[in-house]
């Protein structure tokens, strides 16, 4: 069965530090993957999807980065925090193609202070 | 996607069904209905999905109009642990990888 594996579940971080946020998936292989934020009270934003290794589609611009440097490996990077990127982190994976649901990890909750 | 409109909350006792509706009257003939749940700080959880007829899982049942332009998921036995934001996704089959776009949802309370 498909797994999908977010770390680390909680983080307080000092503003202008840096951050690195990784996302594994298992069972599966060339998976879409996704990650969002969810600011207090919010929806859900898209920051970044991939469709393969080394794909990266950003959707707000802002000082996150995503990389992939695996198949099943997606990681959300930042060289100096802000106040406002404090907020929770979710990764997402879906097969490719067809009418598959998404499946989302058990999120990061990030406190910038 | 076509945009969907759901109600900010909704109160539901324990053991009884919770229908939750949703519209989404610019639907387009490709594009079907998914329900995902968030429960607090937790990533939220696919529910079901369907195109035009009505579907049930072991979770729910979702029910499509015929037009297709207003949907409604079912919960037939709320229980506490049901209580969450559920949000009502409208995306195309064909659709690029990005777009999976979540609105604002339903805060649906499951009370005692």
């Known amino acids: 069965s498909q797994t999908i594996h977010q770390w680390p579940a909680t983080l307080v971080q000092p503003v202008g530090s840096p951050l690195s946020l990784e996302c594994t998936v298992e069972g599966t292989s060339n998976p879409n993957l996704y990650w969002y934020r969810q600011a207090a009270g919010r929806g859900l934003q898209l920051l970044f999807y991939?469709?393969?290794?080394?794909?990266i589609s950003s959707e707000v611009p802002q000082n996150l980065s995503a990389s992939r440097p695996q198949d099943r490996q997606f990681i959300l990077s930042s060289k100096k925090l802000l106040l406002s990127d404090s907020g929770f982190y979710l990764c997402a994976w879906r097969r490719t193609g067809g009418d598959y649901g998404y499946t989302f990890g058990s999120g990061t909750r990030l406190t910038v202070v | 996607d076509a945009k969907t409109t759901q109600p900010p909350s909704m109160d539901c006792a324990e053991g009884r069904a919770a229908n939750l509706p949703c519209n989404h009257s610019?639907?387009?003939?490709?594009?079907?209905v998914y329900w995902y749940r968030q429960i607090h700080s937790q990533g939220p959880q696919y529910i079901i999905h369907?195109?035009?007829n009505n579907e049930t899982n072991e979770m729910a049942s979702l029910i499509i109009t015929e037009d297709r332009k207003s949907s409604t998921l079912i919960l037939p036995h709320a229980t506490l642990r049901d209580t969450a934001v559920y949000y009502c996704i409208v995306r195309a089959i064909s659709g690029s990888a990005r777009q999976l776009t979540f609105g604002s949802g339903t805060q649906l309370t499951v009370l005692p």
């Open positions: 610019t639907i387009s003939g490709n594009e079907y």
């Open positions: 369907g195109l035009k």
């Open positions: 991939s469709v393969g290794i080394g794909q």
